[in-house]
């Protein structure tokens, strides 16, 4: 067996959650009952990287069903469910995943799954497509999905550039994703782990959201539905103009830093709130990133800007600013709804991966 995770004795715990989650997926259930029957995968090896939650492992159990071997890292250092990690171990899944990775253990991890020469990948963020053009492989690879929209720019851009190597079918962008999962599951998610992160009352809170894509859509929702007041950032003029009429107040973050109590950015770009908004932001404020990576926060402003540091719970830092401010910033700026909560519920990554394993099989 060859795997890497936390602590494989965690397997029967992880075991019951890929039960549940299961209970919670039933077009993927579906899907399985059929790949058990016609094995297409048969004798094919898959590569994926993809937060390694009990919904993936209901994923991955499908394709192994259709008769693959499969390599898995995980999409993000702090997105691993260990128990799910254990229990895919424990079932043949060469599994590299855990919670709390370092950088370099997290690029690691996926060259191990490169190392099992997939022919089919699977990524979620780009971030093993992108090693594996890198140079140093040299692999034959039929086909592969991506699962998310920055992962598709990404994409993208390389095969503007001429030097996507292979064809990808951008799962993210079906009808049966984005405007499920994106809209729903971020926005229920990225709830669920700033309230499992803080417990702050969300009721009467400023909630500002950058970004009025799927996401920042789905999430200005629920957090009005928590009472809170949703004030929306967003640099396209038209989606601007939707929050508008949505009912949201609809102003420049140089604004919105002034009155917030809680920030999320879900926007996919880099330092959209950076220096000078944390300078003007009140007392207590926190932030948190939804967004694939975390470069939407900028952390290294942050760090310049604090005078002290600390680790006030589980998920947050509480960083004291020059003139006694304190501002708490929720899982490293990584994405929120996965490193303090579960992830989207396994109804609406039901619609997305249902999407992933017949995409494997077009392959
Ligand atoms: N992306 C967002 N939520 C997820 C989940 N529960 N499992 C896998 N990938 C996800």
Not at 7 to 33: F, Q, T
Not at 101 to 111: D, L, Q, V, W
Not at 239 to 250: E, I, P, S, T
Request: glycine share 10%.
């Amino acid at each position: 067996m060859d795997y890497m995770v936390r602590d494989i004795g965690l397997a029967e715990r992880g075991k019951n959650l890929l039960k549940w989650a299961e209970d919670h997926m039933p077009v993927l259930m579906e899907i399985r009952r059929r790949f058990s029957v016609e094995k297409p995968f048969e004798g094919i090896r898959i590569g994926a990287c993809l937060h390694v939650t009990k919904e993936t492992g209901v994923l991955v159990r499908t394709l192994k069903a259709g008769g693959a071997s499969v390599a898995l890292a995980a999409s993000n250092p702090l997105s691993t469910q260990d128990e799910v990690a254990a229990a895919l171990a424990v079932e043949g899944v060469n599994v590299y995943a855990w919670k709390g990775e370092t950088k370099e253990e997290y690029y690691n991890c996926i060259a191990l799954v490169l190392k099992h020469q997939p022919s089919i990948t699977m990524d979620d963020g780009a971030d093993l497509v992108t090693e594996l053009h890198s140079g140093r492989w040299n692999l034959k690879v039929i086909g592969g999905t991506e699962e998310t929209t920055t992962g598709v720019m990404r994409l993208k851009a390389m095969a503007d550039r001429g030097i996507l190597k292979y064809p990808i079918i951008a799962v993210n962008n079906a009808e049966t994703k984005w405007d499920f999962d994106n809209v729903y599951g971020t926005g229920q998610s990225t709830i669920d782990g700033i309230m499992r992160a803080t417990n702050v009352l969300l009721a009467g809170k400023k909630f500002v959201i950058a970004g009025y894509g799927h996401c920042g859509r789905g999430l200005a929702a629920r957090a009005r539905g928590m009472g809170a007041h949703v004030v929306i950032t967003e640099v396209d003029p038209i989606r601007a103009l939707k929050a508008v009429m949505d009912g949201f107040d609809v102003m420049p973050m140089e604004e919105a830093a002034k009155v917030g109590d809680i920030f999320v950015t879900a926007t996919g770009n880099k330092n959209v709130i950076r220096k000078e908004h944390f300078e003007v932001m009140k007392d207590g404020a926190i932030l948190a990133n939804t967004g694939h990576f975390n470069v939407e926060i900028d952390l290294k402003g942050l760090e310049e800007l604090r005078v002290g540091k600390l680790k006030i719970r589980d998920s947050v830092e509480e960083y004291s600013m020059r003139d006694g401010r304190k501002l708490y910033l929720l899982t490293e700026g990584r994405l929120v709804n996965l490193a303090a909560a579960e992830g989207h519920p396994s109804e609406v990554m039901d619609m997305s991966f249902a999407n992933q394993a017949l995409s494997v099989e077009y392959c």
